[in-house]
């Protein structure tokens, strides 16, 4: 039996002599392209590398499909074939931060632990900015033994993404690193704001950060020592139990959730006086930053960001902002006075709309009852 339309074929279209149009060519790419990434979603990962496969073969050089391919032969188990599917990536685009960081990821899971620190590094190098590259980082060096390394790689990735913190937590790449004090701080940090989101119980506790009891426990010892939460007892129907808060000076400057069961809450914002204070440094930030002086800008800064300060507020109340302004610290950190010329407009613009922003929310609340 002939191929279906092949050539001799009596059914057979006649041959388009046209020359091959390159929109025509292009959309063919990128709808085989969608396919491949449908076909990843619904996890059919043979049929999404023949997808990518037929979109390189329009284009050989087309990064997007070589990267996902890769990640698709990752979730295979076929991790010297993802490395090779991302070296083809990065041979058009040797600056590509993701391919970086997906190979670092194979070797990972081949345990060469050196040449994944490898592809995290050039990942960094790329793009300073790029938290979970940070993170990988922190988790490589850990398993090779550089505990301390591996912890200040940790803590620049939660510096970049709080949320990194809660993950760490849970992440058996640093069991060897549990004991550490560097690593019992960050248990802490997540200990002591899931109380202040109003899980304030132990089971609480374990049940949103997915921490061992244990573990918790001695965290809120060691909080409870430094006067950070206070232990409270609470009757109940078969005797009390305990539970614990924020002493009142650090609640009333970070604000925090009450919770009448395990998914509904209250949300306390930041008091007046909290939101004047962010409001005063918002205004002395601007001036530093007017006058191109890098120490004070990034002093100002830390004050916005860091969870000691007004950190915990910004987060809650102008979550996007908070972001940003913690992006731009650590790129000033990095690039300093250069970096602050540049982008001088821009952060005057950044502070100038939060600081409207918090304006209008203050101007808006009804003057305090006495």
Request: charge should be negative.
């Amino acid at each position: 039996m002939g191929r279906l339309f092949g050539r001799g074929d009596k059914d057979a279209p006649p041959e388009d002599t046209r020359e091959p149009d390159y929109n025509d060519n292009d959309f063919q790419k990128q709808d085989l392209y969608r396919k491949g990434l449908n076909h990843m979603s619904n996890e059919k990962f043979l049929d999404a590398i023949r997808s990518f496969d037929l979109a390189l073969r329009l284009d050989s050089q087309y990064v997007d499909a070589w990267i996902k391919r890769g990640y698709a032969n990752f979730h295979l188990g076929e991790y010297s074939v993802s490395i090779a599917s991302y070296d083809r990536a990065l041979q058009t685009d040797v600056n590509n931060a993701e391919a970086w960081n997906l190979k670092g990821l194979a070797y990972y899971k081949m345990k060469n632990y050196e040449k994944a620190i490898e592809c995290c590094e050039k990942a960094i190098d790329i793009n300073p900015n790029d938290g979970m590259s940070w993170y990988n980082k922190a988790c490589y060096l850990t398993l090779s033994g550089k505990i301390d390394e591996g912890l200040d790689a940790l803590k620049r990735s939660i510096e970049i993404d709080i949320q990194n913190a809660r993950k760490a937590v849970r992440d058996r790449d640093f069991e060897s690193a549990r004991a550490e004090e560097g690593f019992r701080r960050i248990v802490e940090v997540v200990v002591l704001e899931s109380i202040r989101q109003g899980y304030d119980y132990v089971g609480k506790i374990v049940w949103v950060t997915g921490m061992d009891k244990v573990e918790i426990e001695d965290a809120l010892m060691r909080l409870s020592m430094k006067g950070l939460v206070i232990p409270v007892a609470r009757k109940n129907f078969t005797g009390k139990d305990e539970y614990y808060e924020l002493p009142k000076e650090i609640a009333d400057k970070i604000g925090v959730t009450k919770r009448t069961g395990l998914f509904s809450s209250r949300q306390i914002s930041a008091p007046m006086q909290q939101l004047k204070d962010i409001k005063e440094v918002l205004g002395q930030a601007r001036e530093s930053i007017e006058k191109g002086d890098l120490v004070s800008t990034l002093q100002y800064f830390d004050e916005l960001v860091s969870p000691a300060k007004h950190g915990s507020a910004m987060m809650e109340q102008f979550f996007d902002a908070h972001r940003d302004i913690r992006l731009y610290k650590i790129r000033l950190q990095d690039k300093g006075q250069e970096y602050l010329n540049a982008h001088k407009s821009d952060l005057i613009d950044l502070v100038t709309r939060i600081n409207h922003s918090i304006g209008a929310g203050v101007a808006s609340r009804p003057p305090a009852k006495d």
